[in-house]
Structure formats: structure tokens, C-alpha cells
């Protein structure tokens, strides 16, 4: 009897062990493509996306100008993407995702997959006008 008490005990260990793995495991587990990101301030315009002047600037302030791994010829604009930050220098990564509309396309050398308004990076990074790996979808 004794025997098989340790027995459910040590199992029940291996569980909860797998069971953190997992976990942890999850939070690296990628799903979509994978890119980089930093921020970029004001002015936000004039933008090379059609239509787009201050007051249709998405309200929230979470926008992205695309660099041009996403930004197809103009294509991109006005997609939505779901973003979150993977990595980067001093652990920079707030939990959880963000939705960003395309509103222009990065206007600096080199240019990242996204350059985030200064409030949607926010939402990402602890760590503002830093370089930050992310992970997204449309």
C-alpha cells in the first residue's frame, strides 16, 4: 500500500511538472509570421495610403506603418494585424496582443516589418524606441 502511495505521488509530480512545460511552452508557441518592430512618433502625416487624413487615423491610435515585407505596393493599407511581441534587448514584452491597421508605409533605412504609432508600441514593449521581435496575422 505504502509502495503505491508513492507511486500516485511521484506521478502526480510528473504531471504537474508536464503540465508547466506546457505552459511555459505555450508562450513561445508561433503561430503566425514572424518579423520586427519598433515605434515611430509624430507628426503621423500625410500617409501614403489613400484617404487617410487625421481624422480617419484609427481612434484607439494603434497603427502601423508597413515595411516592406507587408506593404505590397500599397496593398497593405488599411489591413488589421494581431500582434504581439516575442523578444528583444532587457525583456522589453508586455503580455498579450494588440490589433493595428496599416495607415502608411516606414519611411527609414532599415525599415522593419512594422513601425508601431508610439501608443501601440506601448501596448507591446515596456521599453519605448526600442527593437522588438514580433510575431502577427492579419
Known amino acids: 500500500m505504502l509502495a ?3 507511486s500516485c505521488g511521484v506521478m ?3 504531471m504537474l511538472v ?3 512545460c ?3 511552452a505555450r508562450r513561445v508557441l ?3 509570421d514572424i518579423g520586427t518592430a519598433t515605434s515611430y512618433g509624430p507628426p503621423y502625416l500625410p500617409t501614403r495610403c489613400p ?3 487625421q481624422d480617419q487615423l484609427p481612434v ?3 497603427f502601423v506603418a508597413a515595411g516592406s515585407a507587408i506593404w505590397d505596393n500599397g496593398a497593405s493599407c488599411g489591413r488589421r494585424y494581431r500582434v504581439r511581441c516575442l523578444s528583444g534587448l532587457r525583456r522589453p514584452c508586455r ?3 494588440t490589433v493595428v491597421q496599416v495607415v502608411d508605409v516606414c519611411r527609414f533605412t532599415p525599415c522593419p516589418t512594422m513601425a508601431f504609432s508610439d501608443k501601440a508600441f506601448d501596448a507591446l514593449s515596456k521599453i519605448p524606441n526600442t527593437k522588438i521581435n514580433i510575431e502577427y496575422q492579419q
Open 12 to 14: 502526480i509530480q510528473c
Open 18 to 20: 508536464a503540465l508547466i
Open 51 to 53: 484617404g487617410y487624413d
Open 22 to 24: 506546457f505552459a511555459h
Open 30 to 32: 508561433v503561430m503566425g
Open 60 to 62: 484607439n491610435g494603434f
Open 95 to 97: 503580455d498579450g496582443f
Open 4 to 6: 503505491m502511495e508513492k
